[in-house]
Structures are given as C-alpha cells and as structure tokens.
C-alpha cells in the first residue's frame, strides 16, 4: 500500500469552478514524485485536498478519496494530518518575517510538534546541517532573508517536526535556476538519507525530472501523462504541459497573459 493514495479525486471551487477532474496518483514510501503543469492547471487544488487546507478557500472534494498510511483523511482536520506526520509547505514562502530564523523553526516546531513543546537543539541543528545558509543567518530577521533562502526556511520549517511525507508547492518559482538546483538537491538528498516521501509541485520540468523517481502531468485538472523520466521523457513532458496550455490560451484569448 503506497504511502500516499488519491483516488478519483474531483475538487470544486464554490460549487461552480471544477479545478481537479478524476485524478488518481499514489506516492510509495520513500519516494519523491512530482506533479507537473501550467498555470492553473490544479496542481495547488490537489495539495490543498492533501493536506485538508481546501476549506479555508471554500473548494470541496466531490468526489474521491485520500488515504495516508492506509487509511482515508477525508474526515480528518488539516492540523490533525500535520500531526500525523502530512506536512503542506504552501506556494509562496510562508515565513514569519519578523522573527529570526531559529524562531520561525522554534515556532513551526511547538505547532506540530508532537508534544507540544519546543523542538530540540538537536532537531533545530539538523536543519541548519542541511540548509547551511539558515545556520549562518540563524539570528537574522527572516524578512531580510533572500528569496531562496526564505523558501529553504519554509521548507526547514515543515522538516522540523520530522514528517512522514512533505508536499511542496512550486518551491522554485520566481529563484535564480542555481539556488533552484540547490534546493532540490538538498530534499533530493533528505529523501534518500531519512527515507521521508516527497510530493513537489512544479512549472519547472527540467529541474523536477532529474530529480524525481515518478511524475504526473495535470493539464486542466486531469492527469494527461504519468510515468518514470525515463518513460515520459523530458522533451514528452515538456510539450505536453506547455504546448496544452499553448493550445488552451488560443482557444481562450481573453487569458493570454493572464
Ligand atoms: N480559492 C479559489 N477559488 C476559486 N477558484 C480557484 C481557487 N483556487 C484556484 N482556483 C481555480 O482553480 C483552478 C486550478 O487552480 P490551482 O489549483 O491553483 O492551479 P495551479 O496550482 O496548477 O496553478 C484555476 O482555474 C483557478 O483559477
Ligand atoms: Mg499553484
């Protein structure tokens, strides 16, 4: 049974916008998959559904269930799943940018934490072993940090309470293509070492696919391409994100650009 398991799963924005259509892909223990595609394609909706977050944007699932650790979270509240050890990094850097960089783990870790009290010395290190550039800027303000490391504490943040599975959502976008590298280097690099199962969320190709054992591509929330780098090669993945949103653009003017 795979870590990770979404079944026919169909997301709605208030009642009228069906973002995610059917879409059924799993994520085996250990493992670090990638789901790709455009802008708007339902990439965020699908986390979001993951990690029981779709409610504070009033989406719904329809229909289709999620299972984690064999079981369904449908039921199950988004801060109950991070507890459980599904941990959502969200697009867009979220850190707490008055507070310095240890804060910012210190407080990520007492909100998941298990029991509810600060993470060690030890755990706070561990993130600093990996991210070397937050061990040096440990006790600056995490607004004065740059773009990628701000994604890096983003991500430090949701390592430190030692999950399960961690889903991440567009962690290269809008970052100079080596400080990208970097960071998929270093989760490709945790996955191996701590076995911790990884869902990444990407526009880039290139990138994800040299790190990914397994990708899905969405266009226009449905799984239109699975399989390994291998199978679906990067030239096949690419066209079959960019050239499908080529082709919805032309079909629908009015979003060029937008
Ligand atoms: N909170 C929301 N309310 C209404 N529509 C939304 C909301 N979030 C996303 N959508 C719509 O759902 C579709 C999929 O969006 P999203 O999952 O964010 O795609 P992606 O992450 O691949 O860019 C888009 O058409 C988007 O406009
Ligand atoms: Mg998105």
Redesign the pocket.
Known sequence: MALLNIEELS?V??GA?D??SNVSLKVEEGTMVALL??????????L?AISGTLEF???EITTGDVQFDGGSVRAVKAHQRARAGLIHVR?GRHVFSGMSVEDNLIAAGFAVGKRGSAPGRAEIDRIYEYFPRLGERRHGLAGFLSGGEQQMLAIGRALISQPRMMLV??ASLGLAPMIAEDIFRIMAEINRETGLSILV?EQNVGLTLKHASYAYI?EN?RVVLEGTPDDIGGRDAISAIYLGAAAKAAANPAHIGG
């Open positions: 997301v924005y208030g916008i973002a995610v595609g455009s802008n708007g394609a339902g990439k965020s909706s699908t979001k944007e009033r989406g697009e959502d567009e969320v969405l929330g």
